[in-house]
T-cell receptor
């Protein structure tokens, strides 16, 4: 079946540190890949996406590249800010059928000043 | 453009009671989803509608959960009777013809 595995959290960083959150997936066919962010007390917001191999999604300084050969979609940011503190979810969506999102368990990021 | 609206935002009920959550998707979005997010876990799909038809309800506990989308717009998710393990955030989401699924802020349920 389809599944997403994210690195275990929580992750605590100092402001301006480099961030990597690992994400790997298992899927039939060629899924679209997403990163969603959930700020405290809020719903999920789409952060970035990639729909085919070698695509790079980017937004707000975050980047992730769709790597088909390693079935990965790692999230990176060169310099985190306190305002980036949130829970980050990696997700996939298969083409056709129900087109539902399948999520990883989430990684909580805390950035300290 | 208005987002996905959900109500109530917060609800506390005793076990064996019932509760209903309401969702109004983004205007024109044919696909509507209900997800359950238990604390510390990723969201899990409960049910997906395409207009007013059910596309996927394979993970909906049908002995206690029900959902409807009668006119293909608003949707209601009901739990009766509630169990302690139903404590979670219930997220409604919608999708139009594009690629992106948009989520509401969620309805936070505590069963005591």
């Amino acid at each position: 079946g389809n599944s997403v595995t994210q690195m275990e959290g929580p992750v605590t960083l100092s402001e301006e540190a480099f961030l990597t959150i690992n994400c790997t997936y298992t899927a039939t066919g060629y899924p679209s890949l997403f990163w969603y962010v959930q700020y405290p007390g809020e719903g999920l917001q789409l952060l970035l996406k990639a729909t085919k191999a070698d695509d790079k999604g980017s937004n707000k300084g975050f980047e992730a590249t769709y790597r088909k050969e390693t079935t990965s979609f790692h999230l990176e940011k060169g310099s985190v800010q306190v305002s980036d503190s949130a829970v980050y979810f990696c997700a996939l969506r298969t083409q056709g059928g129900s087109e539902k999102l399948v999520f990883g368990k989430g990684t909580k990021l805390t950035v300290n000043p | 453009e208005a987002g996905v609206a959900q109500s109530p935002r917060y609800k506390i009920i005793e076990k064996r009671q019932s509760v209903a959550f309401w969702c109004n998707p983004i205007s024109g979005h044919a696909t509507l989803y209900w997800y359950q997010q238990i604390l510390g876990q990723g969201p899990k799909l409960l049910i997906q509608f395409q207009n007013n038809g059910v596309v996927d309800d394979s993970q909906l506990p049908k002995d206690r959960f029900s959902a409807e989308r009668l006119k293909g717009v608003d949707s209601t998710l009901k739990i009766q009777p509630a169990k302690l393990e139903d404590s979670a955030v219930y997220l409604c989401a919608s999708k139009g013809s594009g690629d992106t699924i948009y989520f509401g802020e969620g309805s936070w349920l505590t069963v005591v």
